[in-house]
């Protein structure tokens, strides 16, 4: 197995407790195996048993951390014959043992597959890391549509669930039904006040809550985010019907921890832009006719090279049809949408799309400082636990401290000459930056969250590649996150209504939870009823029945166009050869793992290996018509030993990965949407030479 600081992770699924008994598969994803190499530059270490390790066997904090003894151990972190471990690749999840110490197999999984979905493309950099971990967002990181949805799906699992969880529990202190608690804070508010010790009070409270974790739920009671309503701060039913999960805002069934919020941040997202086409386009506006057809104009912001992918060059851009409704709107009604026309168009266009890198990097960063902090309140191993909770009471403390020596009158007039200052000594502030910008150039950074009183905290994805590289140092590649396509189950979530410090009894929170036996029978009356009528059945829009009979033509398109790829394959095309694979068959599961994955090189099906020689202790990736043997032994020819490898790169030599995709990223979507499968990816590899691999 490769050495610590490189990670190796496969998207390839596990097969649920609803699936049939496992079976052989052919599918040839290309993405099943991603392999990261995050930066080798030298740092500091974090005082604990790994602090005597050298920097050049651990270059940044999480690369110590992985390799640290721990005494509480999971399969993952124990290593005793030195062999490679299988711990339930393809297996059923009841049946992988626990894998990390101190933490559940669906948080840990939890993690995994929300870092599948936030991973696009890493580089390997000899930056020194300020703030002792790697896996940072580069600043020269490409704005794409797909990245820009990550983000704010990350967003939302992370800021608006917890600002929503944070309202709840305002909701449920005003609203009185929990007497004794609210009874207690106002009790509280009223002595700090009439002392005028309001905000030493406040602050206090926010230290004890950061250093002295069992206070949280003795002063938050926890409770289901959807079983509290915003308004009254009592029970309501689940806007889903059911409680089938905790942490959701609609309490959603969910198969595996976590996927009911992953499934509301997608919706969310869709939500959004389908509300921005609507309004682009001026839905309902009006008359409300849709215009019989639509002219788009071609646009540059298109990413790739449409010319030399046939499929993709006859798909017309998405990103356009929100404007070409527009154009068609405003000529409906009497305008001139033309470029030659509206001098504005092109420039607000081109700069619209300019300021969206740094509207996604700023959505990245608000959800990395949120991450963060809840990571340094509530540390997962391996990270130290104390730590930084006690750095963040420390930057409180002083404050507590100004607070009971300092007035009211003081602090206002200390907070006014602050304002006055900020306003009208601009030329004092300027020449003081730049006088830091001379003699301290990275003091901006240093100032950074991440650099100062959080440094060391982990971010999510920062968290999850130092589980994964513990399992790498071990020899024991975590199982990737379980999946199915089976629907989860209609049935609320184990929940006992004796532990929730709600104003409800037990009754009313199982009706809450629970959905209404009689409404469900009725809908089934109704549905009977309305089946057996056929003067109720509803009737279907002409554009219903348009917009299916053009799903249907479109994926008989694709499917005769994907066909003929195979005949373009043999004759040379390399967009064909690219496209082989990338549709594949339904039903079929994949059971690539822990060191063998499918994918396809040059159009040929074969296996990626991650492995290490056998005449040399050296790491490699490579790609061959076998797999290797289970123990990672790459044979002599550097394959299954039957077929010589197609290419074998060092792992020290790689110096950036890519996820792309088979098809055009227009064609993806087209593709998706007429066949109803997913579109495998592909893995680009570029060796420090500048030489690339697919």
């Not at 990181?141 to 969880?165: Q, W």
């Not at 079929?588 to 202790?617: C, M, Q, Y």
């Amino acid at each position: 197995m490769p050495m610590p600081g490189y990670v190796f992770r496969d998207g390839g699924p596990i097969p649920d407790s609803q699936l049939m008994e496992q079976q052989e598969a052919s599918h040839n994803a290309t993405s099943q195996a991603e392999l990261t190499r995050v930066s080798t530059s030298n740092s500091s270490t974090f005082n604990t048993p790994t602090s005597s390790a050298s920097e050049a066997a651990h270059p940044t904090d999480s690369h110590a951390l992985a390799n640290a003894e721990h005494d509480e151990k999971g399969a993952a972190q124990i290593n005793e014959d030195g062999k490679v471990k299988n711990l339930g690749w393809n297996e059923h999840p009841n049946e992988v043992p626990d894998l990390v110490g101190g933490l559940d197999n669906e948080d840990l999984w939890t993690l995994v597959r929300r870092f599948n979905k936030q991973m696009y493309h890493v580089k390997a950099t000899k930056a020194p890391l300020l703030g002792g971990l790697d896996l940072n967002i580069a600043d020269e990181d490409e704005f794409s549509p797909d990245k820009l949805r990550a983000n704010v799906e990350r967003l939302y699992m992370t800021v608006i669930i917890g600002l929503m969880g944070f309202g709840k529990h305002i909701a449920r202190l005003r609203s009185w039904r929990e007497p004794r608690r609210t009874g207690a804070f106002a009790a509280v508010y009223a002595l700090a006040w009439i002392f005028n010790l309001l905000i030493p009070t406040f602050f206090t409270s926010i230290i004890v809550l950061i250093v002295y974790p069992p206070s949280r739920p003795l002063l938050f009671p926890p409770a289901p985010l959807a079983l509290v309503d915003s308004s009254t701060g009592g029970v309501q039913s689940p806007s889903a019907g059911v409680l089938g999960s905790h942490d959701s805002a609609t309490g959603a069934p969910e198969k595996h921890k976590g996927e009911a919020v992953e499934q509301e941040a997608s919706n969310f997202v869709s939500g959004i832009g389908s509300i921005a086409l609507s309004s682009a386009t001026g839905k309902h506006d009006q008359a409300d006719r849709e215009p019989e057809s639509l002219t788009p104009d071609q646009g540059k912001h298109e990413q790739g090279d449409p010319e030399s992918d046939p499929l993709n060059k006859s798909i017309p851009d998405p990103t356009r049809l929100a404007m070409a409704g527009a154009d068609a709107k405003d000529s409906a009604q009497g305008g001139i949408p033309s470029v030659q026309h509206d001098k504005t168009k092109k420039p607000m266009e081109d700069a619209m799309w300019t300021k969206m890198r740094p509207v996604m990097h700023v959505i990245g960063d608000i959800s990395d400082g949120w991450e963060r902090f809840g990571n340094a309140l509530s540390p997962t191993p391996p990270f130290p636990k104390d730590k930084p909770r006690l750095m963040l009471a420390g930057v409180l403390a002083p404050i507590v401290a100004v607070s009971l020596l300092t007035t009211s009158a003081v602090f206002v007039k200390m907070t006014t000459l602050s304002v006055g200052f900020g306003f009208f000594g601009d030329p004092l502030i300027s020449r003081g930056i730049d006088l830091l910008n001379k003699n301290y150039p990275d003091w901006q950074r240093l100032l950074e969250l991440r650099n100062s009183i959080l440094k060391g905290v982990p971010t999510n994805a920062q968290l999850t590649v130092t589980l994964l590289r513990t399992g790498e140092a071990n020899k024991a590649p975590l199982p990737p996150p379980p999946s199915s396509d089976q629907p989860p189950p209609n049935k609320p979530a184990s929940l006992n209504g004796d532990d929730l410090a709600l104003d409800a009894s037990n009754e009313e929170i199982h009706a809450a939870i629970h959905e209404d036996p009689s409404e469900k029978g009725e809908n089934i009356d109704n549905a009977s009823t309305t089946g057996s009528d056929t003067t109720n059945k509803p009737k279907h829009h002409h554009g219903e029945r348009i917009l299916g009979l053009f799903k249907g033509t479109t994926r008989t398109g694709v499917e005769t166009k994907l066909g003929l790829d195979k005949i373009r394959a043999k004759a040379g095309s390399a967009a064909a050869k690219n496209h082989l694979g990338v549709l594949p068959k339904r039903g079929e599961v994949d059971i690539s793992g822990p060191v063998n994955f499918r994918g396809r090189h040059h159009g040929h099906k074969g296996w990626i290996h991650l492995s290490t020689s056998a005449t040399s202790d050296i790491p490699t990736v490579s790609w061959s018509k076998d797999p290797v043997g289970s123990d990672g032994d790459a044979g002599e020819n550097g394959g299954g030993g039957k077929e010589k490898a197609a290419f074998r790169i060092p792992i020290e030599e790689i110096q950036e990965l890519k996820k792309v995709g088979g098809l055009g990223w227009k064609a993806k979507i087209v593709v998706g949407w007429a066949t109803g499968r997913t579109v495998a990816d592909g893995l680009e590899i570029v060796d420090r030479g500048g030489k690339t691999w697919k």
